[in-house]
């Protein structure tokens, strides 16, 4: 890493003496009376009034009829997308993954963990295409996969840094090709979406929807998840699965493969006290979002976008695409990368190195699953149809791929919570500085 501090472009600027983090936990006080009262009570166990307080006011807030608490989001897909290959395919035996040999259309710019239940269950995940409007899964390449395959019956659909993807089209699509949907609104929960002229929040726009309380979300448990649903059949299942798949005899009875995946009573009792401070943690993020878009209007950079008519997100991450034509030479190896600095350009590596060098984080726009070695020999659809293998040294420049692009020009920038406007505004006049 280059000497950002001792540079004569970033001369008078200091490191923070605390360091501003991407999003990290805010806790507020009432997390600790729950938990607390967990403890005085000995309901230090995976049953108890804060896991049933937050399924019942999380499935009311998201408009759900039922939710289940689980230990991770990670959890909540797995068994969002088990039951979904069991609803459609059947029970397979004891080992057998519920989508055996089956493609599963998924997004492709996101989180590991909306993928890898997939091939938990045995299946084949084909990596569905991002468009430019909200950098979520675009509706065109979806209806040029379902031309390509369309006895494809699951599509796993998540929200990128708490933007609604097109869920209008998108569910009209599956609809139309009588597909389920999984949805993982982890990144978003909060935000809300037009369905119908009717605002939704996200969490309840799928068949089985999941959220996540994992530490760097908008609230957090330090861990935790939740699955969704109307159905009370599939959310008994799941609670049933999640808790070992114990039947309801005097011994240990099982017909079914289960799992140890219920959220503990102490970690709900953290939810239980940061769910009254959602709202103002969604309005400290949009402000954080607000004041990059004005501060950086000046740079050929434009921020991460949303469908201002049709959604409201949760704005978790804020984050920035840099314009073509102000992109300097970046190269990336397998763990590695190179870039140069140029006058009036800059690159995503360059703007996160300085900023880590004056202790701000921030972090390089997720990579997106097609690109991941683990995938390389996944199918990915574009609106252009679709490529098979890649390798290593792929990067989507010879064909429209616009997961690769965003990968490739934008990153995600310091979005906590807790950080001041002067905090701020030094973030803002380092990445200026890189463009100088
Ligand atoms: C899009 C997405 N899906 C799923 C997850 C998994 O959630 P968890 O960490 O709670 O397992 C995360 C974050 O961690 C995520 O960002």
């Not at 084949?124 to 006895?151: R, S």
């Not at 008994?236 to 099982?254: G, I």
């Not at 006290?273 to 990059?292: S, V």
């Not at 190896?333 to 880590?356: H, M």
Request: net charge negative; proline share 5%; aromatic share 10%.
């Amino acid at each position: 890493m280059k000497d950002f501090l001792k540079a004569p472009r970033f001369a008078g600027i200091e490191a923070f003496g605390k360091k501003v983090w991407l999003s990290s936990p805010t806790m507020h006080g009432e997390e600790q009376h729950w938990v607390d009262e967990a403890i005085l009570t000995n309901w230090v166990s995976t049953i108890g009034d804060n896991i049933d307080s937050i399924e019942e006011s999380i499935a009311s807030m998201i408009g759900c009829r039922y939710a289940v608490a689980l230990s991770t989001g990670t959890a909540a897909l797995h068994l969002a997308t088990k039951l979904a290959g069991e609803r459609l395919y059947g029970q397979p035996r004891a080992g057998k993954g519920t989508l055996r040999g089956r493609r599963v259309f998924a997004s492709d710019c996101t989180f590991a963990a909306s993928i890898n239940p997939i091939m938990y269950e045995d299946g084949e995940a084909v990596f569905i295409d991002t468009e430019y409007d909200t950098w979520n899964m675009d509706p065109a390449a979806l209806e040029k996969a379902f031309e390509i395959y369309p006895e494809v019956k699951l599509v796993v659909i998540a929200h990128l840094y708490g933007t609604p993807g097109k869920m209008q089209e998108l569910k009209a699509i599956c609809d139309r090709h009588g597909a389920m949907i999984v949805e993982d609104a982890a990144e978003s929960l909060g935000a809300k979406y037009k369905l119908n002229g009717s605002w939704v929040e996200t969490g309840s726009l799928g068949n089985f929807n999941c959220i996540s309380f994992n530490g760097n979300k908008i609230i957090t448990g330090s861990a935790g998840g939740m699955f969704l649903t109307d159905s009370r059949e599939d959310a008994d299942k799941v609670r049933k699965w999640s808790t070992q798949a114990r039947e309801p005899a005097p011994w240990y009875q099982h017909e079914e493969l289960g799992y140890n995946y219920r959220m503990s009573n102490i970690i709900a009792g953290i939810v239980r006290g940061q769910l009254p401070h959602l709202p103002e943690h969604i309005e400290q993020k949009k402000r954080i979002w607000e004041r990059y878009e004005a501060g950086l209007r000046d740079l050929p950079v434009r921020m991460n976008p949303w469908d201002k008519e049709n959604c409201v997100p949760n704005f978790w991450l804020s984050c920035l695409l840099i314009d073509e034509d102000a992109m300097a030479p970046l190269e990336k190896s397998r763990l590695d990368y190179l870039y140069k600095s140029i006058p009036g350009k800059s690159s995503p590596l360059e703007i996160l190195d300085a900023l880590a060098a004056f202790r701000a984080e921030g972090r390089p726009i997720w990579k997106p699953m097609h690109m991941q070695p683990i995938y390389l020999d996944h199918e990915f659809i574009s609106t252009e149809g679709i490529s098979k293998k890649r390798d290593s040294s792929y990067d989507g420049r010879d064909c429209r791929d616009v997961g690769a692009d965003i990968f490739r020009r934008g990153l995600c920038l310091p979005s906590d919570n807790k950080m001041t406007p002067e905090q701020q505004d030094v973030v803002i006049d380092i990445i200026h500085r890189c463009f100088k």
